[in-house]
């Protein structure tokens, strides 16, 4: 994004904006009756119709001002927050967001606003009086108002807090005919101006039967800091409101918005961007210096006439291991740089058990854990798709109706829980419901009726419970908006392949289940165990590495045709990586095994050298090689050759069915 782009920039905080609205809305939905939180939703709607209008959004700002004003009848006591009011401002929130991007559907917002009147009582309340006018006598008759006199001074560090002045003065002049005066008497010599203080006051008289509250709104954000004076103007008291005005013309004249919106709509849409904290930042920048630092050292001994010498080897190895650790450490700061905290990715699925909730008909709760666990941002958006399925399906297939859960001894509220946690390298997110679990015979004669077994074929529990996500597969016993076409999670399963992850499933018969997504902390850089098979060298993810062990002469006289060690008493298949990747050269007379492991599974790697740790920049592989599966990227080398990394999950389910296909040949 550049800094020269203010419509990019408006994105980027509308959409904080709306996300802290539907956050409030969405608390605000089992208390209806917080008015904190019905402020909090106006202030928001207040302020993104503002900005909107500033940056040139003006449909943004037309629409939502309508669901402004319902909450400020909600807020002044003249209608009543209800399940139906927030669920329609939800609805609005989607269509607000597909203004700022610039692809609302026209027809959209008439039918969100026909709903949003629905939602509300006739507006047959009185509004509030004003104090100034009202303690009139009892049997009194207040007087009308004609206008309003209006003198203000905003606190000095107003602008520096992000509030624009002549935006108010535009809303004000929204209100109706005025006429504004700027005075600069307080402004003091210019050798001791501060140009971040907001030092001129503003005169305003405003025509016409204005409610005060509508000009206190608009300085709803600077009203505790402001200093203001407001007096009514009444038809019995002599002034000067409807007379020719003696004022100047008004301090700002008409408003860019115009000129700002075609700039707007002429700008790509921004990259993304993602927040960072400034300490981090700072490290940053401290690593930088110090390289640089080091790098006019090595400029300053490249540059100079010498001789290799024992103590300029000496010099040079002290630079070169300076470079290494600051390299490690910038690399390390960076990988910091783009975590973000799971709890912006657990954050969206609060909206969409809501709206499950209303589809379904059933009570759904949500309860979330472990929201500070940090994860790569690209991950936690890649995430979205896969854990966004999981839901609805535990809510479609999982959770009981409230009856069937009173029925079977439980709370008639259903229960869904996400939790994440760091573990080594990888963060495990798990989703779990405590419905009815999953029927282990309908899958399996599902899976029978589908092929992907035969009648009476013994299988594991894990392989059974994995049957679900076949492409195709599904239970439901009719297709609806939900589920019932068995698309959901196959994306699933392809969506945390893609990542390098695995999906670990447990369910209890009455009980519920649980999915664990096991996912690389980051997809950029890994810890690597760097091999050499025949010529070719290749990078373990250093994540799957039990433990390495020789494979002796013996041994591997003795495993041929099973392909099988025993380790600790456990028999444990291995491949050789030579027959896979058909290698001609001869052996290692001293070949290791590589055990790794994944969900549970333990495969060996026979290779003929290792070489050892390797910090592995990953990068992806073409569409031409794509479809090689054992391998899940590539890396550059330090002597500029590439290393081929291994894909873990593959090779271990290909070393799991050929230790499956041996017992049953055994």
């Not at 070719?536 to 993810?541: D, E, K, L, N, T």
């Amino acid at each position: 994004m550049s800094e020269q782009d203010p419509a990019a920039a408006f994105r980027i905080e509308a959409a904080d904006l709306l996300d802290g609205i539907e956050q409030a809305l969405l608390d605000l939905a089992i208390q209806l009756d917080d008015r904190d939180l019905v402020d909090t939703v106006f202030r928001g709607l207040h302020t993104l119709k503002g900005s909107g209008a500033m940056f040139g959004f003006d449909a943004l700002a037309a629409f939502t001002h309508h669901c402004e004003t319902a909450f400020d009848r909600v807020r002044k006591g003249q209608a009543q927050a209800s399940a139906e009011l927030v669920h329609v401002i939800l609805s609005a929130m989607d269509h607000m967001r597909a203004l700022v991007d610039g692809d609302a559907p026209e027809a959209a917002s008439d039918a969100i606003l026909a709903r949003l009147h629905a939602a509300l009582p006739a507006d047959g309340a009185p509004a509030a009086r004003s104090p100034d006018i009202s303690d009139a006598a009892p049997g009194q008759r207040a007087p009308e108002i004609a206008g309003w006199r209006l003198a203000f001074r905003l606190p000095p560090d107003a602008m520096a807090n992000g509030t624009n002045p002549l935006a108010l003065l535009d809303e004000l002049r929204g209100l109706g005919a005025c006429r504004v005066r700027a005075l600069a008497s307080d402004l003091p010599a210019l050798d001791g101006l501060n140009p971040q203080h907001c030092l001129i006051r503003w005169e305003v008289e405003l025509d016409g039967a204005i409610p005060r509250e509508a000009i206190e709104d608009v300085f709803i954000f600077v009203m505790d800091d402001m200093e203001m004076q407001l007096e009514p103007v009444t038809p019995s008291v002599p002034d000067t409101v409807n007379a020719p005005s003696s004022l100047p013309p008004p301090a700002v004249s008409e408003p860019v918005t115009h000129k700002v919106e075609t700039a707007a709509r002429a700008v790509p849409r921004a990259g993304e961007s993602v927040r960072v904290p400034a300490e981090r930042l700072d490290v940053l920048m401290d690593r930088v210096g110090e390289l640089v630092i080091v790098q006019s050292r090595l400029s300053q001994l490249a540059n100079s006439p010498f001789s290799v010498t024992a103590g300029n080897a000496i010099v040079l190895r002290s630079i070169a291991e300076e470079i290494e650790r600051l390299v490690s450490e910038m690399r390390d700061t960076m990988m910091v740089l783009r975590m973000v905290p799971i709890a912006t990715l657990f954050g969206r699925f609060r909206r969409l058990i809501h709206d499950l909730a209303r589809e379904t008909g059933k009570d759904i709760e949500l309860v979330t854990d472990g929201e500070a666990t940090e994860v790569d941002k690209t991950v936690a958006e890649q995430l979205a798709d896969p854990i966004v399925h999981l839901i609805r399906n535990a809510c479609d297939h999982g959770l009981e109706t409230a009856a069937e859960r009173v029925a079977a001894g439980k709370p008639p509220a259903g229960r869904v829980t996400l939790t994440a946690a760091h573990a080594g390298g990888e963060v495990l997110i798990t989703i779990t419901d405590d419905g009815r679990g999953i029927d282990r015979d309908r899958v399996r004669a599902k899976a029978e009726a589908n092929g992907l077994v035969q009648p009476g074929q013994a299988l594991s529990d894990p392989d059974l419970l994995h049957m679900i996500f076949h492409p195709g597969f599904s239970t439901a016993a009719q297709v609806t908006s939900l589920s019932g076409r068995g698309v959901g999670m196959d994306v699933v399963k392809r969506t945390i392949e893609g990542l390098r992850g695995t999906i670990d499933i447990a369910s209890v018969a009455g009980a519920g289940s649980t999915f664990t997504l096991r996912i690389p902390l980051t997809l950029a850089i890994i810890e690597g165990l760097l091999v050499r098979v025949g010529t070719g060298r290749y990078v373990i993810p250093l994540t799957a590495v039990e433990e390495c062990l020789e494979l002796t002469a013996h041994d591997d006289d003795r495993s041929r045709g099973r392909s099988m060690i025993r380790l600790r008493d456990a028999l444990v298949p291995f491949l050789r990586l030579r027959d896979l990747f058909g290698s001609t050269s001869a052996p290692d007379d001293h070949q290791k095994i590589v055990v790794i492991a994944t969900g549970g599974e333990r495969v060996g790697l026979v290779v003929d050298q290792i070489i050892g740790s390797h910090q592995t920049v990953i990068k992806s592989m073409s569409a031409v090689h794509r479809p090689v599966t054992s391998f899940s990227g590539a890396t550059i080398l330090g002597d500029g050759s590439v290393a081929l990394i291994l894909d873990i999950m593959h090779l271990v389910a290909l070393g799991q069915h050929r230790e499956a296909r041996l017992r049953a040949v055994g």
